[in-house]
C-alpha cells in the first residue's frame, strides 16, 4: 500500500506490471493507492466502491482483462485467461454499461489479436495498449464533453450537480464536472452547489473534495436541501453524470436524481445529463428494463462508522434510480449536445457526426 501526499486526482495509474488504484472509500481524510495485481483483486475493488463512477469502473475492467491474461504461456491459454478474466468482472456491477462496453472491447481485441497471428509478448502488449486507449480516449471524451456542456453555461451561473461525476469517477476532467474545470481555466466563474449524495457520500466525500481542490467555488448541501437552494433561486441548471442511458433517453444515475430531476422540473430549471457515448445504451428500450444494483443495508444503517438505525429495521437500498426522460432537458456527449425526441436523436448520434 502506497501512501501518497500529492492531491494528483488520478484515480487509475497503469504502473508496468500492475495497476495503481486509489482508493476512492478513504476520500478526502488519506490518499491512498493500492496496487492491484490480480483479477479478483479488480473485481473486489470494483464491486466495494474502492473504483466507482461508469467511465473509471470500464477503465479499471479494461486492465482487469490485462491481468487475468498475464501469465498465461501459450497465445491458446492467454485467450481463454483473457475471456475468462472479462466474464467474471462482468459480474461485478450491474448497473454502469461501461463495463459491459470496456470488457466487450477488450474481448473483440483479444480475438483481432489472436487473428492477426500475433505471438504471446505482442500479444500481452497489444491487449494492454487496448487498455491504455480506452483510458486516454476518456479524457479527450472528457475534454469535448466539458466544451459542450460549458455552451449552456453563463458567467455567475449556480449549477447543482448529484454523486460525483468528476476527474475520480473517469481518466480526467469528469463528465458532468468537466464544465467545471474548463470554466475555471477560463476565469468564468460558476457556483456550484454539490448535495452530499446519500448513503455513500460520493458528493461530500469526492465532489466537494476534488472541486475544492482544484479551486473551483463548491459549496457542499444534503440531498434534502437541494429543493430549497433552487427555490431561493440559487440554482440555474442541474449537471449529472449517469451509468447507462436507455435507448428513449431514460437515465440511471446515483439513487437521488430522479428527486433533483422532479424538483428541477418544478423549478423550471434545465436538466442535463453528460456522458461518453459508451455510457449510452441502445440495446435496452427503455429505463425500466436498466438492471438496478441494491447493495447492503449498513451503507444506510452504519454509514457514518456508527449506528444510526434500530438493529433490525428493514432497509431498501438501490443504488441508483431512473430519472425518466421527460425530465432530461438535454444529454451531452461528446459528439454534441442531444434533445428530444432522445430515442430518434441518440440513434442518429451513432449514425452521424456532429448534432450540434
Ligand atoms: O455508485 P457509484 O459511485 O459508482 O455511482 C456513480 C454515479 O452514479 C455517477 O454519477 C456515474 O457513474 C457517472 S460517473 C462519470
Not at 213 to 221: M, R
Not at 321 to 347: C, M, R, S
Request: net charge negative.
Amino acid at each position: 500500500m502506497t501512501q501518497s501526499t500529492s492531491t494528483a486526482l488520478q484515480s487509475v495509474i497503469w504502473a508496468g506490471e500492475h495497476l495503481d488504484l486509489l482508493d476512492q472509500r478513504l476520500l478526502p481524510e488519506e490518499i491512498v493507492y493500492l496496487p492491484l495485481v490480480t483479477v479478483e483483486d479488480v473485481w473486489e475493488a470494483i464491486r466495494h466502491l474502492k473504483v466507482r463512477g461508469a467511465p473509471a469502473i470500464g477503465i479499471s475492467a479494461a486492465y482487469g482483462v490485462v491481468l487475468g491474461g498475464r501469465n498465461s504461456e501459450t497465445i491458446e491459454q492467454w485467450l481463454e485467461a483473457v475471456k475468462a478474466a472479462s466474464a467474471h468482472l462482468a459480474t461485478s456491477r450491474p448497473t454502469a454499461v461501461n463495463l459491459f462496453w470496456a470488457l466487450d472491447r477488450m474481448r473483440a481485441a483479444a480475438d483481432r489479436i489472436v487473428e492477426s497471428g500475433a505471438p504471446l509478448e505482442a500479444a500481452k502488449r497489444a491487449l494492454l495498449d487496448e487498455a491504455i486507449a480506452i483510458q486516454s480516449e476518456d479524457e479527450e471524451t472528457n475534454r469535448l464533453i466539458g466544451e459542450h456542456a460549458l455552451s449552456l453555461f453563463e458567467d455567475g451561473m449556480g449549477v447543482l450537480t448529484h454523486c460525483n461525476a468528476g476527474g475520480l469517477a473517469t481518466a480526467k476532467y469528469g463528465t458532468a464536472l468537466a464544465p467545471f474545470y474548463l470554466a475555471q481555466e477560463r476565469g468564468i466563474s460558476l457556483k456550484v452547489f454539490a448535495d452530499e449524495t446519500r448513503p455513500v457520500l460520493q458528493g461530500a466525500r469526492l465532489t466537494a473534495f476534488e472541486l475544492q481542490q482544484a479551486g473551483v467555488d463548491v459549496t457542499l448541501i444534503c440531498d434534502n436541501m437541494a429543493g430549497m437552494v433552487m427555490n431561493k433561486g440559487w440554482v440555474n441548471a442541474v449537471i449529472v453524470g449517469t451509468d447507462r442511458v436507455a435507448a428513449n433517453g431514460d437515465v440511471a444515475n446515483k439513487i437521488g436524481t430522479y428527486s433533483v430531476a422532479v424538483l428541477a422540473k418544478a423549478h423550471g430549471i434545465p436538466f442535463y445529463v453528460a456522458c461518453p457515448l459508451s455510457t449510452i445504451d441502445l440495446n435496452t428500450p427503455s429505463g425500466d428494463l436498466i438492471p438496478i444494483e441494491e447493495r447492503g443495508a449498513e451503507e444506510i444503517t452504519e454509514g457514518f462508522g456508527k449506528r444510526t438505525a434500530p438493529v433490525g429495521v428493514k432497509v431498501f437500498n438501490p443504488a441508483f434510480d431512473v430519472t425518466p426522460h421527460e425530465y432530461v432537458t438535454a444529454i451531452i456527449t461528446e459528439k454534441g449536445i442531444v434533445q428530444a425526441p432522445f430515442d430518434v436523436n441518440l440513434k442518429k448520434l451513432f449514425e452521424q457526426g456532429e448534432t450540434t
